[in-house]
């Protein structure tokens, strides 16, 4: 496609409830990258996957987050047992990586707003 | 642990002036540095890429310039103009290990008046 896509592009979801939201890279963008923007916390990094793959979790706020991709494309992040605290902006990024060189220009989606109530 | 510093928070000037945005990142071990602008209820728009090689970029009224040993980048913007308003975020890919995801500073937000 001609961006990064992101869907839902808002979330209600009531405290406890799990949901889902996908990311749609550019098409032949091996890297992919999920980040949380909140009003207190501003942008930060969640996850990295190289293709199918996820080197580092760390970044993940807690256990109740995960995410996964399929097929080194599409890419969803699961957020079970929602609490208040997650109501913010997730956006996913893509860039092409090339093993080598350090050109890692990261293409953001317009984001899902997930709200808590 | 990189962290990146904005200055100023926010910025209000009129119309035709040029004006400069400052970054500052505490260690030097970059990849690469990006700006991006971002408007209201959207997400980002990369407007520059720096290279860890290199010292500055250009596109259009936008010039940005690295000083990686001191930790600075600026992006200078020419001949403001009212559509120019947007917080502008500037990140550091890291090099020194760890997660591959970008350090982003809080952002400065900008507004032109007409």
């Known amino acids: 496609g001609a961006g990064v896509s992101q869907s839902p592009s808002n979330k209600v979801t009531e405290k406890g409830k799990d949901v889902e939201l996908r990311c749609d890279p550019i098409?032949?963008?091996?890297?992919l990258y999920w980040y949380r923007q909140s009003l207190g916390q501003g942008l930060e990094f969640l996850i990295y996957?190289?293709?199918?793959?996820?080197?580092?979790k760390s970044g993940l706020p807690s256990d109740r987050f995960s995410a996964e991709r399929t097929g080194g494309s599409v890419s969803t992040l699961t957020i079970q047992r929602t609490q208040q605290e997650d109501s913010a902006v997730y956006l996913c990024?893509?860039?092409?990586?090339?093993?080598?060189?350090?050109?890692?220009?990261?293409?953001f989606g317009p984001g899902t707003r997930l709200t808590v109530t | 642990k990189q962290e990146v510093t904005q200055i100023p928070a926010a910025l209000s000037v009129p119309e035709g002036e040029n004006l400069v945005l400052n970054c500052s990142f505490t260690?030097?071990?970059?990849?690469?540095l990006q700006w991006f602008r971002q408007d209201p209820g959207k997400g980002l728009t990369s407007l520059l890429l720096?290279?860890?090689?290199?010292r500055e970029q250009t596109s259009g009224r936008l010039n940005a310039s690295l000083d990686k040993s001191s930790g600075r980048s600026t992006l200078y913007i020419a001949a403001s103009q009212p559509g120019d308003s947007a917080t502008y975020l500037c990140?550091?890919?890291?090099?020194?290990?760890?997660?591959?995801?970008?350090?982003f500073g809080k952002g400065t937000h900008l507004i032109i008046q007409p």
């Open positions: 990024a893509s860039s092409l990586v090339v093993i080598g060189d350090s050109d890692y220009e990261q293409y």
């Open positions: 990140a550091v890919l890291y090099s020194g290990g760890g997660a591959d995801g970008l350090t």
């Open positions: 260690d030097s071990a970059i990849y690469n």
């Open positions: 098409s032949g963008h091996t890297a």
């Open positions: 996957f190289q293709g199918n793959s996820a080197p580092d």
């Open positions: 720096i290279q860890s090689s290199q």
